[in-house]
DNA sequence: CCTACCGATCGGTAGG
DNA sequence: CCTACCGATCGGTAGG
């Protein structure tokens, strides 16, 4: 006997919409991208589109809405689930790059958000990322209280840093691996970010 | 007496067209910068714009060229004026630091290219700043040969990196800075660079 | 979900 | 360096 289901089941008009804005906004930007294009990759028309999305503001607010949500669920999870102190960071940071380099469109779209609205994301950064930026701080203190993590760390600065590091480099790779095979690129982002925080265990 | 000149002297209009949309093209970008909001910024109209600069695309060509033209002037001045192996990278990564918090404009411009021309981009990459990432990626293995530099370094990734840690990190500076006093953001990336980099000096 | 259409703005040209 | 103007394309609406 087939489940009872209202109207929707199948990859959803909606989130098809979604998906090929955020590939577009990521590629070309957001005022280089018209209604047109977008619609045209789902294979509907401009007013169609305009009916699930009644500007093209609503249509960047639901992109973005979409993928901070998806940070909203991990995050949490990624935090209570790595039990000590210091290598909770080293954890979200590897989670971190493996989330963008899967998909690095949405690198992309949130470095040009950081160019092209900066005062939007100065906001989403003070009242949605400070709460997680702070927690990890914290547990960077507590590996340098315990030796184990660099004297000279600004916790809260470095923590922005890998941010950065992640997202501004998975942005930005396509173009810088014209000059590195494989993998060099990625390898020595986790490199350098572990290199900066941890003491060497030796000497 | 006074020295014949035969028509500019003053503060070129080529130049501060040039000006204008560096800044315009910066902090909006490319698309999003029409011609008349360049031309108003100038004090002149948009048809004579048009007359110092055939076509949109010849400004940003125009645009892109004094940038580079200005690397290409500095560049090899550091790089002969540091006599030492390993303490050449450093250098240059201080005046790269300096050279784009003296004008993020710079920094914020170059990031959009790679996002939005990253083909143009990266044969820039192949042709123009190539010899320089070898050169760099040199004195860094001749470190690692003395000792002083970390055997685990990816020497060429990481000159592509610490371009990016630099470029990417004053393009979004003002942005990540509201998390953040004074210069903490740009003592840590300099940090980052350094410690990632040489090996700890005791231990 | 569509066709038909709107005013505004774009890059660029004519002509002086 | 300007005024006047061009065709194309934009985001969005009317109406079904």
Chains 1, 2 share one sequence.
């Not at 909606?14 to 930007?29: E, P, V």
């Not at 940071?93 to 690095?104: G, H, N, R």
């Not at 941010?163 to 993998?183: F, K, P, Q, S, T």
């Amino acid at each position: 006997m087939p489940v009872a289901r209202a109207e929707s089941d199948a990859p959803d008009v909606r989130t098809r919409i979604l998906g090929a804005a955020t590939r577009l906004f990521a590629a070309r930007g957001f005022d280089a991208t018209s209604l047109s294009e977008i619609a045209d990759a789902v294979g509907i028309r401009k007013p169609s589109l305009l009916y699930h999305f009644p500007s093209k503001d609503d249509l960047l607010s639901g992109v973005l809405d979409a993928l901070l949500s998806h940070w909203n669920d991990l995050l949490p999870r990624l935090l209570s689930a790595a039990t000590s102190g210091y290598e909770q960071f080293d954890r979200v940071t590897v989670e971190l790059v493996a989330f963008f380099v899967t998909d690095p469109d949405r690198a992309r779209l949130l470095f040009r958000e950081m160019l092209d609205r900066p005062e939007e994301m100065k906001a989403r950064l003070l009242s949605y990322f400070r709460p997680w930026v702070r927690l990890l701080a914290d547990s960077i203190a507590k590996g340098q209280e315990q030796g184990r993590v660099r004297p000279d760390v600004d916790a809260e600065a470095y923590v922005l840093h890998v941010i950065h590091l992640v997202v501004g480099g998975i942005a930005v790779r396509e173009v810088m691996d014209v000059l590195l095979d494989g993998d060099r690129f990625v390898n020595e982002m986790l490199r350098l970010a572990r290199a900066s925080l941890f003491l060497s265990p030796a000497r």
